[in-house]
């Protein structure tokens, strides 16, 4: 046990699942970088370095820098993936999805169902999501909610180092096609860390805190920030249960409803735009599955419809903020007060 | 290259089986009694065969819309396929795929796929299989004239072209995607493309078996010694419509029936054979029967067998949910 | 007015703009079709006809027939639509967004934000979608939920013959990229449509019945089930409000969340997969807006979380039913009698 | 191609602008005070302006992630971008877009572009409108050797082949997609794929302004002359590093400094008009002078300018809503 950023987990997830299964390859655009160049090999590990270092262990055979052509290596994964190996893809923005989304959603989501179930796909794509870098409309998305509406794929959100690695442990051994969501302003994110390997399961939510008046559910990024609104709600004597659903394709319903089913309050955040995303996926879940436990309309904490703007004095406007889910709990609580009056 | 007696017949017999198995789906589809989108390799077959069957189980293709003849020619079961084109239980895929999603992967058959140019990433990722393992297989991707402008495509010819995977781009050009005329669609030209990739093309005559069984034998030793991939453009046509209910209005008249008069692919093949005393008539009428009674009887065979079960619609999304 | 199919009213507002508008164009694959062939140009009309005989009134230079390459021509029709023609560009089905989304969701939708107001992008993608025409899971898709996300983007569903010439009209007209669903099983209906051109504006939604009970909230075909429903519902005595919204973005929520004041009871009808869809969408609009007024869990009639089957009774059993949401009614009217007991 | 004495100055001065824009944003980056990714266009100026220098404001072009030449190239205005890049309201974007999404409509120029082969599919567009409405304008796509890769890209280039459209297709060939060289990426050649589907290609030096310029007249000369698209592949190099903050390991060492000494794009250009006595040392000088102060000003403005304002956040999405 020791600490390590959200990066570093990472990076060991795929060292240790690599040095266990030789089936595993990763392929993307610079994961290890200097591909055909005079200078230094391993030059980049990806342009946030998640992957540096990995090269020299394993060599140009298992770590592929690939050209700039999304749909044919992320389409490489899944035929890969088919045939006997267990790729891991780096698209490198989330954002970059819409040049190669067929290869991913009509291909790798849906062999298992269109040969009736006589295929297997075990391939993870690893990408990166979410604003706060100042990178404008097109590298700062957070698409997740349009791979959750897609059957066939499944979708992880890790919130922190320790979720880093567990899941994306997770997600290398699963056989289903997995996009794995991390979040650009987590990476030098720090705790402590289990050297060795571990799984963490999919669709097994987790209660990153308990309350008793009201249920925060968040995702990704957006569970620090929850828990920040949580601790100071705390002070004012308001308690909370924060829900780290981890993925949201499957979703541990279970846990949601029943934390529902006790605070009868929920505030919703989600870093997604507004329409048809995970706010509303869970809102949806739990006005029908559990409405009679409801003591107040269900909050959304989402950013605006809008593309992610550039200057940073709108972005931070943008983005959800501890003050605004703050707020929104504030609100379901109040509900109840002008209900009693 | 020389054949022997045994693949010679094999080769017939498979073209054969494509042949009727389309031509029979061609009167059923008319009946109504078939579901959706059925896309007919009728005329095209000396492509398909004279390429898979140098290929083994481990070897993986990629197939189109157009998927029945590539199945059969990679050993695809009949019975299988038309359960699954007439959306039984029994089918290939349980009924779920049906004729544009027919797959064997026991078979190497990576699927038939309703999105066209969807094929050749994926051929990438077999030959890379295979390149990664070191089984020594390769990998083929089947594609028409009309795919050959799908960006999925020509990012897969440099991926196999800079990775030097043991791939094969098989230009299926048939002059046609739906209405549209490859003259019309396709700048430059195929060899050209996969020159300004770095990959060889050879240019084949598609009607000719022989012709696309040498080019084929050629790429494929050269995949297999690891030295890169090659495309093969591959000039035919289809008898049929694009789908079954097209007019065809957009082909010259008679077209059709020229090129089946002259230049049939099965007809040339059977006298070639003859003409060479490799084969005689007698041999090649008692595959004719047998392949009408092999198609005969899986037809009657799917139109009882039983529709899935209401359960299966919720199965096989996931390995594990 | 006259008797038109939702085929023959798409060609004739496709027709009347064009006349009015020279700086229309049309473009996709065989949208005249025969190009470059021997035999019949117009061969085709697109695959199921519906631009048919254009070609013969506007010609070559403005019906263009493209090669398989949505991505060129989808973004082809985005930089058009910004240097001064309106293009309406068929994406012949909606299943095909994979191979081309880049082009809509981060260039054409987001070309006026990032751009700071300064660029108008007057495009509208024609597409195709839905199940019921037993042609498997890569051409049956409802994937609407997925457009509704994206920022920038508007989004119409036009549920009849009259709907669908209006609402393309207004597409037409639009200064902004719209996507315009039309489902493939409505091609064949019949109902009056004026000769006339006329445009339906966008985000208002049409009540297309009025009723006491419950509301029904459904989208594209299902608006035609959800009123076979009601006809039944109405002769048990449960009288039912049906709303068109027509666009999911822009989405008339007002009129939404009016009937829900007014019943108390809501089902929504979505083709689309039940995650981040438009039945969640509203789900959550509802739980957060007219919380109050709710009698009853929301209940929705959606399909299941699997790709369309091929088999026909599969697909059958996929695609919500009339029955489904007289059963969904049934519920949460019987959820009164339950809270009443 | 002949050129008067207005427009060598004309072309000298808009090269050193880009390079003092970028040779200043490099400093103040490294400052902190600029956001985001910064893309510098320092060594390539040539390019840019050889090419657009011959466009009016109706020629539309398509730019990449490293915009600001291509901006400049084209006439936009130094304050406005300046002010863009620092996230100012008075930027030409009102700061929602950034380095990497600055654009002109008015200029012709229709965006930086945050996707690598965004560009040309509307460069498409923009040659459809042009033909369509007969304008007699020209389209111009820029885009790198790794965007050369990307199916978008390479879709385009068959699109405008078989349009016949007035395109002209610029591989800015810097030997570098990130940190990934172009001697790996590639398979092939950029001129075996612009024939490959049927149009010229015009091999440039992009170190040499007059071969960018001759190149550019002739493939303009084309597109404005209804005989179809080209594509230029030209050979450059940047001076910086992918993106500010790259430490550039992937290049040999002194590769960049000795370009600079020995190949310079701008101090060519002097040396070549200069002793030609087509310009002299006093105005280009004074050129110089010009350009340092123009870009102190706007730097210093940009610096002051204010922020957008909380409601502009939802401003803009659609033109009515
Ligand atoms: C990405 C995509 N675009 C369009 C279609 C519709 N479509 C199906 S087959 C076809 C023509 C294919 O032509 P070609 O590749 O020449 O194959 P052929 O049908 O001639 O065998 C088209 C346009 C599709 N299935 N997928
Ligand atoms: C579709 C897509 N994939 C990947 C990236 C990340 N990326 C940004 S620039 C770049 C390299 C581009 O290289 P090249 O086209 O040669 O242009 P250069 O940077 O050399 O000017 C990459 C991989 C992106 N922005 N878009
Ligand atoms: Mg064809
Ligand atoms: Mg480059």
């Known amino acids: ?341 | 290259m020389q054949m022997n007696r045994e693949d010679l017949l094999q080769a017939y017999r498979r073209m054969r089986t494509i042949r009727e198995f389309e031509e029979r789906l061609h009167l059923e589809f008319a009946t109504g009694e078939i579901p959706g989108f059925v896309h007919l390799y009728a005329g095209e077959e000396a492509c398909a065969v004279g390429i898979c069957m140098q290929l083994t189980d481990r070897d993986a293709i990629a197939s189109t819309h157009r998927g029945h003849g590539h199945c059969l020619a990679k050993g695809v079961e009949v019975a299988g396929m038309m359960n699954e084109i007439y959306g039984r239980k029994s089918g290939l895929c349980g009924g779920k795929g049906g004729s544009m999603h027919i797959a064997d992967l026991s078979k190497g058959m990576l699927g038939a796929n309703g999105i066209v140019g969807g094929g050749p990433p994926l051929i990438c990722g077999a030959a890379l299989t295979a390149k990664v393992l070191k089984t020594g297989a390769v990998a083929v991707a089947f594609f028409g004239d009309g795919a050959s402008n799908q960006g999925t495509t020509l990012e897969s010819l440099n991926l196999a072209s800079i990775w030097n995977l043991p791939a094969i781009f098989v230009c299926e050009d048939n002059g046609y995607a739906e209405s549209t005329s490859s003259a019309y669609s396709v700048g430059g030209s195929q060899a050209g493309r996969a020159a300004g990739f770095g990959m060889p093309c050879h240019e084949v005559d598609g009607f000719d078996f022989f012709a696309v069984h040498d080019a084929a034998a050629t790429a494929i030793a050269r995949a297999r010694a690891g030295e890169g991939p090659s495309m093969l453009h591959v000039r035919l046509s289809r008898y049929f419509g694009h789908f079954e209910g097209d007019a065809t209005t957009y082909r010259a008249p008679g077209e059709v029936e020229r090129l089946r008069a002259e230049r049939d692919c099965i007809a040339r093949f059977r006298k070639r054979v003859t003409e060479a005393a490799l084969l005689d008539d007698a041999d090649l009428d008692s595959a004719d029967e047998a392949v009408t009674g092999e198609i005969e009887h899986a037809v009657a065979d799917a139109k009882n067998a039983p529709l899935p079960s209401e359960a299966d619609l919720l199965t096989d999304v996931y390995v594990a949910y």
Chains 1, 3 share one sequence.
């Open chain 1, 1 to 341: 046990m020791s600490k390590k950023s959200y990066r570093a987990a990472i990076n060991e997830a795929l060292r240790q699942e690599m040095r266990r299964d030789p089936t595993i390859v990763l392929m993307g655009e610079d994961i290890a970088g200097g591909a055909g160049a005079p200078g230094e090999q391993d030059a980049w590990g990806g342009p946030l370095g998640v992957t540096k270092g990995l090269l020299a262990e394993f060599g140009r055979e298992r770590i592929l820098d690939t050209p700039l052509s999304e749909s044919a290596f992320i389409g490489a994964a899944a035929g890969a993936a088919a045939t006997g190996l267990r790729p891991v893809a780096e698209l490198m923005f989330v954002d970059f999805m819409g040049v190669c989304f067929d290869q991913i959603f009509n291909q790798a989501a849906k062999f298992r169902y269109m040969f009736g179930g006589r295929a297997r796909t075990p391939m993870v794509i690893r990408t990166m999501y979410g604003a706060g870098l100042r990178a404008a409309s097109q590298h700062s998305q957070s698409l997740y909610p349009i791979f959750t509406h897609i059957p066939g794929l499944k979708v992880a959100l890790p919130s922190s180092p320790y979720e880093a690695k567990g899941l994306l442990i997770a997600a290398i051994r699963d056989d289903d096609p997995v996009i794995f969501f991390e979040n650009k302003m987590l990476y030098d994110d720090e705790e402590e860390v289990p050297d060795e390997p571990y799984a963490i399961p999919f669709g097994e939510a987790n209660l990153t805190r308990e309350g008793d008046h009201a249920t925060i559910v968040a995702f990704g990024r957006m569970v620090k920030l929850a828990n920040a609104a949580a601790d100071r709600l705390e002070k004012a004597g308001i308690s909370c249960n924060v829900v780290d659903p981890r993925t949201t394709s499957p979703l541990d319903t279970g846990t949601i409803l029943e934390c529902v089913e006790d605070t009868g309050r929920l505030v919703i955040v989600d870093e997604a735009s507004p329409r048809c995303n995970m706010a509303a996926d869970i809102s949806a879940l739990v006005a029908q599955e559990a409405f009679g436990a409801l003591k107040a309309p269900i909050q959304m904490v989402c950013p605006p419809h809008v593309p992610v703007p550039f200057a940073p004095n709108l972005e931070d406007l943008y983005v959800p903020s501890a003050e605004r889910i703050e707020a929104a709990v504030r609100a379901v609580m109040a509900y109840k007060a002008r209900e009693a009056a």
